[in-house]
């Protein structure tokens, strides 16, 4: 069972910078981030692998955002910049333990926390 818990949202203007940070029980395979805004679908953001050998964005958010993790404090993060209107969304962070499946897929993640919002004014 891995408990995780989102931190770092919040409200800024267009072109600032925000960093979620997420807190894990539990060591856990791939990790990622995930966001949902009103009336959509929950889309993938960023993942990357148990040592973060290897990374994955969204289109949209490239460039833009990095996600990184401390595997020592079991933590998680999503550092944004440049930030745009469109990327307004509760964030949710993701884990599995398991190995393989889709990195963008919510399906493929077993384990979620209450998610934060970020709210971008143009």
């Known amino acids: 069972q891995v408990q995780l818990v989102e931190s770092g949202g919040g409200s800024v203007q267009a072109g600032g910078s925000l960093t979620l940070s997420c807190a894990a029980s539990?060591?856990?395979?791939?990790m990622g981030w995930f966001r949902q805004a009103p009336g959509k679908g929950r889309e993938g953001v960023a993942a990357l692998t148990a040592f973060g050998t290897r990374t994955y964005y969204t289109d949209s958010v490239k460039g833009r955002f990095t996600i990184s993790r401390d595997n020592a404090k079991k933590a998680l993060y999503l550092q944004m910049t440049n930030l745009k209107p469109e990327d307004t969304a509760m964030y949710y962070c993701a884990a599995r333990t398991a190995f393989g499946g889709s990195w963008y897929l919510p399906s493929d993640f077993g384990y979620w926390g209450q998610g934060t919002q970020v709210t971008v004014s143009s």
């Open positions: 539990v060591f856990a395979n791939n």
